[in-house]
């Protein structure tokens, strides 16, 4: 008898005989990516199904020019807290842990919690603040409780239109993020007019997702389904989206590998602006960055990013550049694609 696993993968190689030219999907999320590399879920696929990966690692996204701003402030006796994958990501030409050595004070935290906590002994603390609508409620909970925030958070569905928008790219259908639906709700991706299929976080979810997609491809379907319902509702968290309204309004932002896209930042509204890193220091951070250059690199994640590259592609993947020794974002981070692909081998 066949086991559920086996009869997924058969319902998928039977849908792709359905379909006589090559298809493109793109997950959007680092869970997914790891499950995807975990379980070998792109060796399964039949030949003319191509799973790619997207920009769903928010570490890995995020600007030199954030990093560089963050590394000014704190080299200017800015005390600043953000997660330990922050460390290591690349400015234009150190990292934060490079400004660490030369004397910076910055601490590893897990939460904004323990920011505020350390906003009692350092109360000019700014949190460098990252991450999509997952992680942008919890900072706007901790800037209404004082926290000041540099923020480099995101909002995720302006990258997909801004993917789909892009020329060099032809993407199928998306698997859409599972923990950023979660907050957003479904409804938000209806404004795209591509295949989309909202998924869970285990292999099963995203096998039967790339079954769901491949069903819209075969009826020329453009529409959202949600595999994760027992999570994702249709509205989504009204709590979460109601207090990243109240502190946060939308504006551009830079993405690393996308460039700038139209209202996909989260910036502090002025109401808080005693709470927002780039009022309080405005005048700084215009200093810092009048003396910022970006240097050319060798590192391919602006391609990664988009889906363009795989890893094992890059010249300098597992020879120069390692998780002990990132050159770029995407190896840094655990959702990083070099850094998945390095931890679980060769994937086509
Ligand atoms: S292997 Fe390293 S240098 Fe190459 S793209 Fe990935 S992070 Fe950048």
Redesign the pocket.
Same mark, same amino acid.
């Given at each position: 008898m066949k086991t559920r696993y086996e009869k997924i993968i058969a319902d998928i190689r039977e849908k792709s005989r359905l379909i006589s030219h090559p298809v493109t999907f793109m997950e959007l999320c680092g869970t997914h990516s790891q499950t995807v590399a975990q379980y070998g879920i792109k060796n399964i696929l039949p030949e003319n199904i191509r799973l790619v990966t997207g920009p769903g690692c928010p570490v890995c996204v995020t600007d030199q020019r954030d990093i560089d701003s963050a590394i000014g402030l704190a080299l200017q006796g800015i005390p600043l807290a953000t997660y330990g994958d922050m460390l290591k990501i690349p400015g234009s030409s150190a990292n934060l842990e490079k400004a660490r050595t030369k004397g910076a004070d910055i601490t590893i935290v897990y939460d904004v919690t323990e920011a505020l906590e350390l906003k009692r002994q350092k109360p000019n603390l700014v949190f460098f603040g990252i991450g999509f609508e997952t992680t942008a409620p919890m900072s706007a909970w901790a800037i209404k409780k004082g926290l000041t925030l540099y923020s480099a958070h995101k909002r995720f569905f302006p990258a997909m239109e801004a993917l789909i928008k892009n020329k060099k790219l032809k993407i199928d259908g998306f698997i859409d993020p599972g923990h950023v639906s979660a907050i957003t709700g479904t409804g938000i991706y209806e404004k795209l007019s591509v295949p989309q299929v909202i998924a869970g976080f285990e292999a099963m979810d995203v096998l039967k997702s790339i079954s769901m997609l491949l069903d819209q491809i075969i009826r020329h379907e453009r529409k959202v389904q949600n595999e994760y319902d027992r999570i994702v509702q249709k509205k989504g968290n009204a709590k979460a989206q109601r207090i990243i309204k109240e502190v946060f309004e939308t504006a551009d932002a830079s993405w690393r590998g996308l460039g700038k896209i139209k209202c996909s930042g989260l910036k502090i509204r002025k109401k808080y602006k005693d709470q927002d890193a780039e009022y309080v220091y405005r005048t700084l951070l215009k200093k810092i960055r009048r003396k910022m250059t970006i240097k050319p690199t060798? #590192?391919? #994640?602006d391609e990664?990013l988009q889906g363009l590259r795989e *890893?094992q592609s #890059?010249p300098?993947?597992s020879k120069t @550049?390692s998780p002990e020794s *990132?050159? /770029?974002? #995407?190896?840094v981070s655990i959702e /990083?694609t @070099?850094n998945i692909s390095y931890k679980y081998g060769k994937i086509r």
């Open positions: 060798a #590192c391919k #994640c990664i *890893p #890059c300098l993947f @550049c *990132p050159h /770029g974002p #995407c190896m /990083g @070099c």
